[in-house]
């Protein structure tokens, strides 16, 4: 029964060639540009929680990346699992209002989100992404996602389909600590519909605070976990 209902499931929300295609470009841009390197284009933005938040104007995809970047007290393995949990994931962004994976295929994770609703005159905002890991010969790990149409998730009534252009967390081992992890994460979304400049802006760069939020879940389970 269990086998059927995986299979139901897989058939009923297919993940095409296109849509892994599309990934792929995502992680590519991604792995490419991720650094501070100057050539990068990254310029600071502003300090949010002890950490600089800094944007960059892609031309591969034409939007603005934001990104933050941390160290999180634990493996890059564990680091990976953590943000594949939805559990996890809803507790480090405070704009979640829901979230949770749809089916798991060919090692990619189609995914659902929600937003709460960002003001009294703006709708709130959802959106369907597939996402992957990508590992590097040096262990670092690519977790990239990035916006998908399916005919059999159609919009909701109440919010507005967001496009999620490219999130990525990339997970690299520690040199100094190898019970720690080098973190970074990015942003680029259209939030589509009407919605004020200033707020959407102010959106993407909190969402960088995500890593600093990462790191006091991992600190406070470990806490946890030791009394």
């Not at 501070?36 to 933005?45: C, D, I, P, R």
């Not at 938040?53 to 939007?63: G, M």
């Not at 609703?117 to 597939?130: E, H, N, T, Y």
């Not at 670092?140 to 399916?150: D, K, L, P, Q, R």
């Given at each position: 029964?269990i086998?059927?209902?995986?299979?139901?499931?897989?058939?009923?929300?297919?993940?095409?060639e296109?849509?892994?295609?599309?990934?792929?470009?995502r992680?590519?841009?991604?792995?490419e540009?991720?650094t501070?390197?100057?050539?990068?284009?990254?310029?600071?933005?502003k300090?949010?929680k002890?950490?600089t938040?800094?944007?960059?104007?892609?031309?591969?995809?034409?939007?603005k990346?934001?990104?933050?970047?941390?160290?999180?007290p634990?493996?890059v393995a564990?680091?990976?699992e953590?943000?594949?949990?939805?559990a996890v994931?809803?507790?480090?962004?405070?704009?979640?209002?829901?979230?949770?994976?749809?089916?798991?295929?060919?090692d990619?994770?189609?995914?659902?989100?929600?937003?709460?609703?960002?003001?009294?005159?703006?709708?709130?905002?959802?959106?369907?992404?597939?996402a992957?890991v990508?590992?590097?010969?040096d262990g670092?790990?690519?977790?990239?996602?990035?916006?998908?149409?399916?005919p059999?998730?159609p919009?909701?009534?109440?919010?507005?389909?967001?496009?999620?252009?490219?999130?990525?967390?990339?997970?690299?081992p520690?040199?100094?600590?190898?019970?720690?992890?080098?973190?970074?994460?990015?942003?680029?979304?259209?939030p589509?519909?009407?919605?004020?400049t200033?707020?959407?802006?102010?959106?993407?760069?909190?969402?960088?605070?995500?890593?600093?939020?990462?790191?006091?879940y991992?600190?406070?389970k470990s806490?946890?976990?030791g009394?």
């Open positions: 029964m086998l059927n209902c995986l299979i139901e499931m897989e058939a009923k929300h297919k993940i095409t296109d849509m892994e295609n599309k990934l792929f470009e992680y590519l841009a991604v792995k540009n991720y501070l390197e100057a050539k990068n284009g990254w310029t600071s933005e300090e949010l002890r950490m938040v800094y944007s960059r104007n892609d031309k591969t995809t034409n939007s990346w934001i990104r933050g970047q941390g160290v999180i634990c493996s564990e680091a990976i953590l943000i594949k949990d939805d994931r809803k507790s480090i962004d405070n704009s979640c209002e829901e979230t949770y994976t749809i089916s798991k295929q060919k990619h994770l189609l995914m659902y989100a929600s937003s709460k609703k960002p003001g009294m005159f703006v709708s709130a905002r959802d959106c369907i992404v597939l992957s990508f590992t590097e010969d670092t790990a690519f977790f990239i996602g990035t916006s998908v149409e399916t059999d998730l919009d909701k009534s109440g919010f507005v389909r967001a496009e999620i252009i490219l999130v990525a967390w990339i997970f690299s520690n040199k100094e600590d190898p019970k720690k992890t080098d973190v970074v994460y990015i942003i680029s979304n259209d589509k519909g009407w919605i004020p200033a707020l959407s802006d102010k959106f993407n760069l909190v969402q960088a605070v995500q890593v600093v939020h990462l790191e006091k991992i600190t406070k806490t946890e976990g009394n």
